[in-house]
């Protein structure tokens, strides 16, 4: 069984500029995450989906980030403008139902803002 | 506020050394308690969930166990494959449910 994909796995980016991560979770999965892992914190969630909808945002800084999964399959999350504080890894994790706390995690896109 | 904290941040064990990580949570409508592991590099991989107090689960050297405010991780004779951040995590039962890890304790073991 094929695991969450995540792309890209690296980005360097200045202050300002714009970047877009994809994730396409396990096939089946109805339920999507974007988590955020800041260097030596655990992952704090940024948004979560069932299908195409929006289930929690409520920790998402929506002046600079967006995120859309819009036929209820991959998700693209985007961040613009950029802060030197976005510095952090972008974990996209899947889970067969919203009502699990296993999920399945992609290996992550690490951003470094300069 | 709903709030997981682990300790030790870093523990540094000789193989076959055996300790525990600790797990404190203040959450309200808690429905399980989860272990992660986190190799460097990758994402979170899940080890346990534990639902109610008294409950432990198992596996290889690791077990976990859980109180009405805290949970363990035991780890006993460890080897240098266990290395690796371990991760607490709550899950929320009020409003849409979700995950809220703690900091991670990071586990070396020295061969």
């Known amino acids: 069984e094929a695991g969450v994909a995540q792309s890209p796995r690296y980005k360097i980016i200045e202050k300002r500029q714009s970047v877009a991560f994809w994730c396409n979770p396990i096939?089946?999965?109805?339920?999507l995450y974007w988590y955020q892992q800041i260097l030596g914190q655990g992952p704090k969630l940024l948004i979560q989906?069932?299908?195409?909808?929006?289930?929690?945002d409520s920790q998402l800084p929506k002046d600079r980030f967006s995120a859309e999964r819009l036929k209820g399959v991959d998700s693209t999350l985007k961040i613009q403008p950029a802060k030197l504080e976005d510095s952090a890894v972008y974990l996209c994790?899947?889970?067969?139902?919203?009502?699990?706390?296993?999920?399945?995690f992609g290996e992550g896109s690490r951003l470094t803002v300069l | 506020e709903d709030q997981v904290t682990q300790s030790p941040e870093a523990l540094r064990l000789q193989e076959g050394e055996s300790s525990s990580l600790n797990c404190s949570y203040t959450?309200?409508?808690?429905?399980?308690l989860f272990w992660y592991r986190q190799d460097p590099g990758k994402g979170p991989e899940f080890l346990f969930t534990?639902?109610?107090a008294g409950e432990e689960k198992e596996k290889e050297r690791l077990k976990a166990t859980l109180t009405k405010k805290e949970s363990f991780l035991h780890i006993t004779a460890p080897k240098p494959e266990d290395s690796a951040t371990y991760l607490c995590?709550?899950?929320?039962?009020?409003?849409?449910?979700?995950?809220?890890f703690g900091q991670g304790t990071r586990l070396t073991i020295n061969p």
């Open positions: 959450v309200s409508g808690l429905r399980g």
């Open positions: 096939s089946g999965h109805a339920t």
């Open positions: 995590a709550g899950h929320l039962l009020q409003g849409a449910q979700k995950l809220v």
């Open positions: 989906f069932q299908n195409n909808g929006v289930v929690d």
């Open positions: 994790a899947s889970s067969s139902t919203p009502y699990t706390g296993e999920l399945f």
């Open positions: 534990l639902y109610s």
